[in-house]
């Protein structure tokens, strides 16, 4: 099995939410061999399976909260809209893995992490912002991904567009204060 195969299956399953049943089907493989097939893909993706459960639990969680506002369609285009965000906060470009080691290890008592009396779990992970939060609606042209401390620090009494115009310095102050921090864990790690 290739590794472009292993992922359509595993897109299938775990984003498009097909039925081992219809995937059999789909492409021919005997029930068995999908069954086991899924065991082994979810510890060879991992982390793309983790990211897949979070997304689904906020998905699920939004669309509750905000019923008609939240206009994805459905799952897969949640998650279509995620990954072309790439990972990184949409204001201060800092990278979700970054941000994430720094906060975990500060969680830790880690004193090259970032820590606070305010962290929880939630820090960690980019968070969906709304550009224009006055409308208050969830689709692809309204939100982009932001790390916790630009979503704090912008809060909702200015736009995204003079949120990057007039605070451009800080955001980039902000990128260089996480690579500093990131770059003195990784070598305190490697000694
Ligand atoms: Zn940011």
Redesign the pocket.
Known sequence: MDDRFKKQLFHAHFVDQKRFSEISKEYKLERQVVWKCYYELKIEFESSYKIIRRLRNLFSKKKSLFGSKFQFNDFPSFYLWYQNQGEI?Y??K?EQFKISLLVNEGLKKNSLGLTSKRFDKRAQNLEIERKDSSSNIYNETNCVL??Y??NNDKSDYISSEEYIKFFQPVLQA?KSFFDFKYSELIKHQKK
């Open positions: 906060c204001y201060c800092s932001a790390c401390f630009c902000r």
